[in-house]
C-alpha cells in the first residue's frame, strides 16, 4: 500500500487576511510539479483568511489544499463563535484539524468533543486530521504511547473502517510542539507505528495500511527527510515553519 505523503501546515492565530494572501501566494510560486508529484500539501490558515486563500488558490488553479484549524462539532444554530462543517466545505475546505493540543489545552477539548468533531467532518466530506500527543509528564512517566492510544481510540470511537480509512492521524507529542524539541525519528516511530498497529487493531490490517500518519513538532526543512524516512511517518504537521514561504516550501520539497 503506498500512502502520498502530507505536509500540512498549521498557521495557528498568524497572518491577517492579507499577510495570508502573500503568504500563499508566495508558497504557490515556490512549490515546484515535482513535490507535486510526491507530497500532498496543505495550508490551514485562521478562519478569517480562508476565503482569501481559497481566493488566491482556485485563481492560480493551484494543487495546495485547504484546510481548517478546528470545526464545530455541531451543525447550525446557536453556538456563538463557531464555524460549521458546511460552512467551510462550501469554501473548498478539504482538511481540519480536530484536537490539536493547544484546543485541548485552552478549550478543554476531550475525546467526546474530537469524537464528535472527527464526525461532523466526515459527514461533509472534509478529512479529519486527529491530532494526538503526550503532554511532558506523560512522557517522563514512560506512559506516552498509552497517553496517545487512548486519545487515538477516544477520538475515532464508532467509526466504520471505511469512514477511518480517511482519516489522517497526526502524532504531535506537547512537548515538542513550538519548542525547537523535535523528538527523535525513533521516538516519532516508535508512537506512529503503535498508532498504525491500534488501527489495525480497532478496524483492520487494510485501513491500518491506508491511513495517513503525520508527525508534528518542531518539523523543519532541516530535519523532515529523516523524520519521515521511518516506515509509519506519511508526512507532518507544521507550525513555526509553515509561516515563512520559502521555509515551508523547502520543507516540502525535502519531503518529496
Ligand atoms: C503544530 O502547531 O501543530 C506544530 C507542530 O507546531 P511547531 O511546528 O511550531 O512545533
Not at 463563535?81 to 493540543?101: D, P, Q, Y
Not at 511532558?136 to 481510540?153: I, P, S, W
Request: proline share 3%; hydrophobic share 45%; with cysteine.
Amino acid at each position: 500500500m503506498t500512502r502520498t505523503p502530507l505536509i500540512a501546515g498549521n498557521w495557528k492565530m498568524n497572518k491577517t487576511h492579507l499577510e495570508a494572501q502573500a503568504l500563499v501566494e508566495d508558497l504557490n510560486d515556490a512549490l515546484t510539479d515535482h513535490d507535486f508529484d510526491a507530497v500532498d500539501v496543505a495550508v490551514l490558515p485562521p478562519f478569517v483568511d480562508i476565503r482569501t486563500v481559497q481566493t488566491v488558490l482556485d485563481a492560480a488553479k493551484s494543487s495546495i489544499g485547504l484546510g481548517a484549524q478546528d470545526i464545530s462539532q455541531h451543525e447550525s444554530g446557536a453556538y456563538t463563535g463557531e464555524v460549521s462543517a458546511a460552512m467551510l466545505k462550501a469554501l473548498n475546505v478539504t482538511f481540519a484539524a480536530i484536537g490539536h493540543s493547544e484546543r485541548r489545552q485552552y478549550h478543554g477539548e476531550d475525546e467526546a468533543i474530537t469524537n464528535a468533531k472527527v464526525k461532523a467532518a466526515l459527514g461533509a466530506g472534509i478529512t479529519p486530521i486527529l491530532c494526538v500527543g503526550e503532554p511532558l509528564e506523560e512522557r517522563r512517566a514512560g506512559k506516552h504511547v498509552e497517553y496517545t492510544l487512548a486519545q487515538l481510540e477516544g477520538g475515532l470511537s464508532g467509526l466504520s473502517a471505511a469512514e477511518a480509512k480517511q482519516v489522517v492521524v497526526a502524532y504531535e507529542p506537547v512537548w515538542a510542539i513550538g519548542t525547537g524539541e523535535v523528538a527523535t525519528p525513533e521516538d516519532a516511530q516508535e508512537v506512529c507505528g503503535a498508532i498504525r498497529d491500534t488501527l489495525a487493531s480497532l478496524f483492520d490490517t487494510d485501513t491500518a495500511q491506508a491511513v495517513r500518519v503525520l508527525y508534528g513538532g518542531s518539523v523543519k526543512s532541516s530535519n523532515v527527510a529523516d523524520i519521515m524516512a521511518k516506515d509509519d511517518i506519511d508526512g507532518a504537521l507544521v507550525g513555526g515553519a509553515s509561516l515563512k514561504a520559502d521555509e515551508f516550501a523547502a520543507l516540502a520539497g525535502n519531503a518529496a
